[in-house]
């Protein structure tokens, strides 16, 4: 079986500065990855995912993810935050020939000071 | 091009009734999963199903709870006789097609309250 790990439930950062939000997998097969944003009393949005390819993810909203196969990590990061950024993030992952159900992490509270 | 819809947002019931949650599946969608989210937890998913299907019921509680999605109209999922540990948010999503590289499109969930 699958599962995900979100170390950090929540992350603190000033509006302007990078952040990482941090996600690691273990899985012993092949594994297509993703990551949502939840806003307050929403659903979740695609941010970006990974297939296959190019290790680098570019997605909406200024977000990058890298999956490292070695590090069994796919970490989301963002060069400078906004105040709109605040928001639930979830690293979810399925495996690749073996259903479409998603495994999510516990999520990290990105919250965007001033 | 309307999303995936759930209604009602808000549930409040009662030790003992039924819930009924409804989802429409955005449209050319045939694939719906139901999703729980616990308070200070992360989405666990239930079920998946396609039209008339049950396709996997793997992470639904095996009492109580049931689901479907007929051939006509949203999928249902239902909670007999509810307790104060069924309280939570309840997520459908969609997807064109199978395939685990599929994006699933997320509606805006059901927060059910049981008092």
């Known amino acids: 079986a699958q599962s995900v790990t979100q170390l950090d439930s929540q992350v603190p950062v000033f509006e302007e500065a990078p952040v990482e939000l941090r996600c690691n997998y273990s899985s012993s097969v092949s594994v297509y990855l993703f990551w949502y944003v939840q806003y307050p009393n929403q659903g979740l949005q695609l941010l970006l995912k990974y297939l296959s390819g190019s290790t680098l993810v570019k997605g909406i909203n200024g977000f990058e993810a890298e999956f490292n196969k070695s590090q069994t990590s796919f970490h989301l990061r963002k060069p400078s935050v906004h105040i709109s950024d605040t928001a639930e993030y979830f690293c979810a992952v399925s495996v690749a020939g073996g259903g479409n159900k998603l495994t999510f992490g516990t999520g990290t509270q990105l919250k965007v000071e001033l | 091009n309307a999303g995936v819809m759930q209604n009602p947002r808000h549930l409040v019931r009662r030790r003992g009734q039924e819930a009924r949650l409804r989802c429409s599946p955005m449209?050319?969608?045939?694939?719906v999963y139901w999703y729980r989210q616990l308070p200070e937890e992360g989405l666990k998913f239930m079920v998946y199903l396609q039209k008339e299907n049950i396709i996997d019921e793997s992470g639904m509680p095996k009492e109580r709870f049931s689901a479907e999605f007929p051939k006509e109209g949203p999928s249902i999922l239902r909670i007999q006789q509810v307790v104060r540990g069924d309280s939570a948010a309840y997520f459908c999503a969609s997807s064109p097609s199978e395939g685990g590289w599929e994006t699933q499109y997320f509606g805006p969930g059901t927060r059910l309250l049981v008092l």
């Open positions: 449209k050319g969608h045939s694939h």
